[in-house]
C-alpha cells in the first residue's frame, strides 16, 4: 500500500536551522500533550482517536441510512455550515466525477448543500429545482441554532413534507447534531427522524470522521471504510511514540512554524487538480479557525492550478515575499487520456502528440514549483498516491493532527473560536433578535454614516 509522502527538500534554504530545532523539540512535547490531553482546548480532543474507535456497528448504521436514503431520493440536500459541511463536500467532490450530476447513467442521488448561506437567489433557485423531485435532507448543526443552517431546514423540511407527505418525509430526513441540547436534537426527537450525534469533545471542523462527514459521503456512493481505515493508518504513522523523522504531522507542524517565524505569514495550498478545490477550502477553515487568534496565526489561502497561474501566478511570481507554498501532488491519475495529434498544428503542440495529459500536468507543476522557489516561495509537497477514499482518509487525519500541533506551537488554543461570535451578535442586533436589542440602534447608526 502506497502512502501519502511529505517533501521539505525546497524549505531547508528558506529557514534558520536553530529555529527549526527548538521547533522540532516543542512539536514533539505538543505532540505528546495532546495524547496525554494536557494541552490547552483539552476539552476538546474528541477527534484524536475518531479512526481507530469508530466501530462496525456505527459504519453499518451509518451505511444503511445512506442506502434508504439513496434507495428513495433523487436528490439529498445537506443542510450545514463550516464543519458541518466542508469536509463532507471536500471528499465527495474529490472523488466524483466532475461531471457526475450531468450523466444518464448517475447511480444514486445527486448531494447538493445548502445552509452554508443566506443567498435569497441561493435558496429560491433550489427550492425551485426540487419542486416535483423526491428529496431528502441531511440536517446538521452540533449547536442546531446557526442561521444560515435553521433557515435551510425550515425551507426543505416544510417542502419535503408538502410534496411527500409527513410520514414519508420523516424517512427521508436525517438529524446530526448535538446529543441533547439544540433546536436540531429537539426536532429530531418530536419528528421521529433518525438522528446520529455529534460528539461533545469534536468540534465543527474537526468532525469530518463523525457521522457528520461519513453520512453524506456514503449517501453520494463512496466507500466510508476505506476512508477510515486511511485514517487509521495515519493516526497510527503521527502517532506521540513516532520519532520525529519519521512522523510527518511533526515534521509539518513545525515547517510552517519555522517559516511564519521566518516572516512567510501565508500559506497557499495549491493544486493541480480541480477536484481537490473543496479539500483546501476545508483545509483553510480547519487552520484558520484553529490558529487565527490573539492577533497571530499563518493565513490559509489556495490556488487551484493551472487555472490560476493565468490570474494569481504574477503575484505568487513577485509578489510580497511573505507567502509560502503547499502543493497536493496526486502521482497517479484515476483516468487516461493521450494530447490528440492536429493535422494544421497552428497552436504548434504536436511534439507533445500521445503524451498522457497528466505529463504535461505533472511538468507544468514541477515546472511552477521550481518558478516559485527561484521566487524566493518555500515550497512544502505533500504527495498523495492516488485521489482514492484511503488515501483522503489518511490527508484528512493528517491535516487535523497537524493542525492541533501546529497550533500549540503557536503558542494559541486551536480547539476554540472565540471571534466567530462576533457577526453573529452583529446580525442578530441588526435583525432586532429579542435578546439583542440593545445594540442594533448604535449599529444601524454605522451603517447609515
Ligand atoms: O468549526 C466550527 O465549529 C464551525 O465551523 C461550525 O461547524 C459551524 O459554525 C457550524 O456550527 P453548527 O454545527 O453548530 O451549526
Same mark, same amino acid.
Given at each position: 500500500m502506497n502512502h501519502i509522502k511529505l517533501d521539505l527538500s525546497a524549505v531547508e534554504q528558506f529557514l534558520n536551522q536553530d529555529a527549526v530545532k527548538s521547533l522540532q523539540a516543542q512539536s514533539v512535547v505538543a505532540r505528546r500533550s495532546l495524547e496525554d490531553g494536557t494541552c490547552a482546548g483539552n476539552d476538546f480532543l474528541g477527534w484524536l482517536h475518531l479512526p481507530s474507535s469508530i466501530t462496525p456497528e456505527i459504519l453499518a448504521?451509518?451505511?444503511?441510512?445512506?442506502?434508504?436514503?439513496?434507495?428513495?431520493?433523487?436528490?439529498?440536500?445537506?443542510?450545514? %455550515?463550516?464543519?458541518?459541511?466542508?469536509?463532507?463536500? +471536500?471528499?465527495? #467532490?474529490?472523488?466524483?466525477?466532475?461531471?457526475?450530476?450531468?450523466?444518464?447513467?448517475?447511480?444514486?442521488?445527486?448531494?447538493? &448543500?445548502?445552509?452554508?448561506?443566506?443567498?435569497?437567489?441561493?435558496? +429560491?433557485?433550489?427550492?425551485?429545482?426540487?419542486? *416535483?423531485?423526491r428529496f431528502g435532507v441531511i440536517n446538521i448543526s452540533k449547536s442546531g441554532t446557526t442561521t444560515e443552517t435553521a433557515l435551510a431546514f425550515r425551507l426543505l423540511k416544510k417542502q419535503c413534507e408538502e410534496q411527500r407527505g409527513k410520514e414519508e418525509a420523516r424517512r427521508v430526513i436525517v438529524a446530526i447534531t448535538d446529543a441533547k441540547r439544540g433546536a436540531a436534537r429537539i426536532t429530531a426527537d418530536k419528528e421521529g427522524y433518525k438522528s446520529f450525534v455529534i460528539p461533545d469533545n469534536v468540534g465543527g471542523r474537526f468532525s469530518v470522521l463523525t457521522p457528520v462527514g461519513l453520512l453524506p459521503i456514503a449517501v453520494a456512493g463512496f466507500d466510508i471504510a +476505506?476512508?477510515?481505515?486511511?485514517?487509521?493508518? =495515519?493516526?497510527?504513522?503521527?502517532?506521540?511514540? %513516532?520519532?520525529?523523522?519519521?512522523?510527518?504531522?511533526?515534521?509539518?507542524?513545525?515547517?510552517?512554524?519555522?517559516?511564519?517565524?521566518?516572516?512567510?505569514?501565508?500559506? %497557499? =495550498?495549491?493544486?493541480?487538480?480541480?477536484?481537490?478545490?473543496? %479539500?483546501?477550502?476545508?483545509?483553510?477553515?480547519?487552520?484558520?479557525?484553529? #490558529?487565527g487568534k490573539q492577533g497571530k496565526g499563518i493565513f490559509p489561502a489556495s490556488v487551484d492550478l493551472t487555472t490560476d497561474l493565468h490570474s494569481m501566478g504574477q503575484w505568487i511570481q513577485d509578489g510580497e515575499r511573505t507567502i509560502f507554498e503547499t502543493v497536493l501532488s496526486i502521482e497517479q491519475p484515476e483516468k487516461t487520456l493521450l494530447f490528440p495529434h492536429d493535422?494544421?498544428?497552428?497552436?504548434?503542440?504536436?511534439?507533445?502528440?500521445?503524451?498522457?495529459? *497528466?505529463?504535461?500536468?505533472? =511538468?507544468?507543476? &514541477?515546472?511552477?514549483?521550481?518558478?516559485h522557489i527561484d521566487g524566493g516561495v518555500p515550497n512544502i509537497r505533500i504527495i498523495l498516491p492516488r485521489l482514492d477514499a484511503f488515501t483522503l482518509g489518511e490527508l484528512i487525519y493528517f491535516f487535523e493532527i497537524g493542525c492541533g500541533i501546529s497550533g500549540l506551537l503557536l503558542g494559541v488554543n486551536p480547539f476554540d473560536q472565540p471571534g466567530v461570535e462576533a457577526y453573529k451578535k452583529n446580525m442578530f442586533a441588526l435583525l432586532g433578535k429579542p435578546g439583542y436589542e440593545a445594540d442594533g440602534e448604535a449599529l444601524r447608526k454605522r451603517i447609515q454614516a
Open positions: 448504521d451509518l451505511q444503511s441510512t445512506a442506502d434508504i436514503l439513496r434507495q428513495e431520493c433523487d436528490t439529498v440536500v445537506v443542510a450545514g %455550515i463550516g464543519g458541518s459541511y466542508l469536509g463532507a463536500r +471536500a471528499v465527495i #467532490e474529490a472523488l466524483n466525477d466532475s461531471f457526475s450530476w450531468l450523466r444518464k447513467e448517475h447511480n444514486g442521488p445527486t448531494v447538493l &448543500f445548502a445552509g452554508n448561506n443566506i443567498s435569497e437567489d441561493y435558496l +429560491a433557485e433550489l427550492t425551485d429545482l426540487l419542486k *416535483d423531485q +476505506a476512508l477510515i481505515q486511511g485514517a487509521q493508518e =495515519m493516526e497510527r504513522a503521527t502517532a506521540a511514540d %513516532i520519532p520525529y523523522e519519521d512522523n510527518l504531522a511533526m515534521r509539518y507542524a513545525t515547517t510552517r512554524n519555522a517559516l511564519y517565524l521566518a516572516g512567510k505569514k501565508i500559506e %497557499i =495550498m495549491a493544486n493541480f487538480q480541480p477536484k481537490l478545490h473543496y %479539500i483546501a477550502e476545508w483545509w483553510k477553515q480547519l487552520y484558520g479557525e484553529s #490558529e493535422e494544421e498544428n497552428l497552436d504548434g503542440l504536436n511534439f507533445l502528440e500521445g503524451r498522457r495529459v *497528466d505529463q504535461v500536468n505533472k =511538468m507544468a507543476e &514541477f515546472g511552477t514549483r521550481l518558478a
